[in-house]
């Protein structure tokens, strides 16, 4: 996580008549991504957790609280996460009940002060960690209990990039984009990446594909960890 992203998030947050999808990227060709895409995201994440009613969880890089106020209808609370301050004064002010807002980077987090946090999902966030700062946040995790499960959704497959970028003049785009230092998307991650950083911290991971009526699943897949003390790894 970058300066890079804080200040794009900080800035389109600020923009006035800009939509909560476009101010965290839930876009398509310019429009808002349709309800059924979000709740398909929410879907997701409820499976894979497998939330219940008497589950605090934590939505990490929560950005506006788009998807995190639709998650609160699933269990008891939700501590939604963000290091933009812009984006989480959206947040905020749009927040339900049983929601709460936290200005935070993820990479900083003392999971010792959340002890009621008993689930973790990060949607379509990734992309904007480094391989080393993915090693640092796996190790945040590492401090909750045993058994805590982790959901980190929407995950750009680095061996999907040209599926994405599926024309000579998308991919030009894409490569100039990175030599300026301003990414499009951010990183795109090979899979056995994040099976190998998870090995390290001892925490279980199975890479699951994306619903195939999500629009993303042609190129981005998600992740479900486990604090565990005996860590088996898993492909779909």
Same mark, same amino acid.
């Given at each position: 996580m970058s300066d890079h992203w804080r200040s794009v998030y900080d800035e389109i947050s600020a923009k006035p008549n800009t939509s909560l999808f476009a101010q965290v990227g839930k876009t398509i060709h310019g429009q808002d991504l349709p309800q059924e895409q979000l709740d398909l995201i929410v879907e997701s994440a409820v499976e894979g957790l497998q939330i219940n009613v008497t589950d605090v969880l934590a939505d990490l890089c929560c950005g506006n609280g788009l998807v995190t106020e639709r998650l609160a209808k699933h269990c008891h609370q939700v501590i939604g996460i963000d290091y933009s301050s812009g984006l989480i004064d959206v947040?905020?002010?749009?927040?339900?009940?049983?929601?709460?807002?936290?200005?935070?980077?993820?990479?900083?987090?003392?999971?010792?002060?959340?002890?009621?946090?008993?689930?973790?999902?990060?949607?379509?966030?990734?992309?904007?960690?480094?391989? &080393?700062?993915?090693?640092?946040?796996?190790?945040?995790?590492? &401090?909750?209990?045993?058994?805590?499960?982790?959901?980190?959704?929407?995950?750009?497959?680095?061996?999907?990039?040209?599926?994405?970028?599926?024309?000579?003049?998308?991919?030009?785009?894409?490569?100039?984009?990175?030599?300026?230092?301003?990414?499009?998307?951010?990183?795109?991650?090979?899979?056995?990446?994040?099976l190998d950083a998870a090995a390290a911290q001892r925490l279980a991971v199975t890479i699951r594909p994306q619903k195939p009526e999500m629009i993303t699943a042609y190129y981005r897949f998600d992740v479900l960890l486990e604090v565990t003390n005996d860590a088996v790894s898993q492909r779909p």
């Open positions: 947040a905020r002010r749009n927040a339900g009940a049983n929601v709460r807002y936290v200005h935070a980077n993820a990479l900083e987090m003392n999971w010792c002060q959340l002890p009621d946090v008993t689930k973790v999902v990060m949607n379509e966030a990734l992309q904007h960690f480094s391989r &080393q700062q993915l090693d640092q946040l796996l190790a945040g995790f590492s &401090q909750l209990p045993v058994g805590t499960r982790i959901y980190i959704g929407g995950i750009p497959d680095r061996k999907k990039l040209r599926d994405y970028y599926d024309t000579d003049e998308k991919y030009a785009f894409y490569l100039q984009r990175e030599r300026e230092g301003r990414p499009h998307m951010g990183h795109w991650w090979l899979r056995q990446d994040i």
